[in-house]
C-alpha cells in the first residue's frame, strides 16, 4: 500500500493489481478524486494516508476518507450516522450498508454543483471530532437470522451461546453470509464452514 498521498492520485493506492496501470479506479476518475481533495482541505481537515487512502482528519479524529471504485469516486464519512444531510447527497456503499455515508461522484463537474452540501458535511464532522462526539452504535440484530442459522442455534447450545456472545458486528456478518446463499443447501453448507470462527469468536472475514 502507498504511504504517500500524492502517489494515491498518480498511481492509485497499490491494493491491488490494477496499481499504477490505466485501468486503477484513481485514473479513471482522477478529477472528481481531486476536486474532493480540494473540498476537505478546505474545510480544514488534516491530510494523511490511512490504509493506503487519503483520510482526513481534525482533533485527532478520522472525518473522512478518500477512495475509488469502478463506479466512481467516492468520500466516505466516519461518523456519518451524526450528519444532517438535508440536501440528500449521501448515498449507501452498497444493499447492506446500514445507513447513507458517502458522497458518490464521477466528474470534477458534479463536484462542483454538489460543494456546498459537501462543505456542509465536513463542517459538521468537523465539528463533532472536535467535541469528541460518536454515532450511538445501531442494533446489529436488525437483521433477521437465516433459518439455517437459526436451526443450526436451535440444536447446538455451545454453538448458539459462542453466536451469541459475538460482537454485535461479527453475528451481523455471519447472518449476511449465510443469508447470500441462493439455496436451503448452500445456507447450511455456510453454516458448517462458520461454525469454527464462531466458537473462535470471529466474524466471517475475521482469520
Wanted: net charge neutral; glycine share 10%.
Amino acid at each position: 500500500m502507498i504511504t504517500d498521498v500524492a502517489d494515491y492520485f498518480a498511481r492509485g493506492c497499490g491494493r491491488c493489481a490494477r496499481f499504477d496501470t490505466p485501468d486503477c479506479a484513481t485514473r479513471l476518475w482522477g478529477p472528481a478524486l481531486a476536486a474532493l481533495r480540494d473540498l476537505c482541505r478546505d474545510a480544514g481537515l488534516a491530510e494523511t494516508v490511512k490504509w493506503g487512502h487519503p483520510c482526513y482528519t481534525h482533533a485527532e479524529r478520522n472525518v473522512a476518507i478518500l477512495g475509488a471504485t469502478r463506479d466512481g469516486a467516492r468520500l466516505l464519512f466516519f461518523e456519518a450516522g451524526l450528519l444532517h444531510d438535508p440536501d440528500g447527497v449521501l448515498e449507501r456503499q452498497g444493499p447492506n450498508s446500514r445507513q447513507p455515508d458517502m458522497v458518490r461522484a464521477t466528474g470534477a463537474a458534479q463536484v462542483t454543483d454538489l460543494a456546498p452540501a459537501i462543505l456542509r458535511l465536513l463542517a459538521q464532522a468537523r465539528d463533532h471530532a472536535a467535541a469528541g462526539r460518536r454515532a450511538a452504535p445501531r442494533d446489529a440484530d436488525d437483521i433477521p437470522l437465516p433459518d439455517a442459522l437459526l436451526a443450526a442455534l436451535d440444536d447446538d447450545p455451545d454453538l448458539a451461546e459462542a453466536f451469541h456472545g459475538l460482537t454485535p458486528g461479527r453475528r451481523r456478518s455471519h447472518a449476511l453470509h449465510v443469508g447470500g446463499a441462493r439455496t436451503p443447501a448452500g445456507q447450511a453448507a455456510r453454516v458448517a464452514r462458520a461454525r469454527g470462527l464462531i466458537l473462535a469468536g470471529k466474524g466471517t472475514f475475521d482469520r
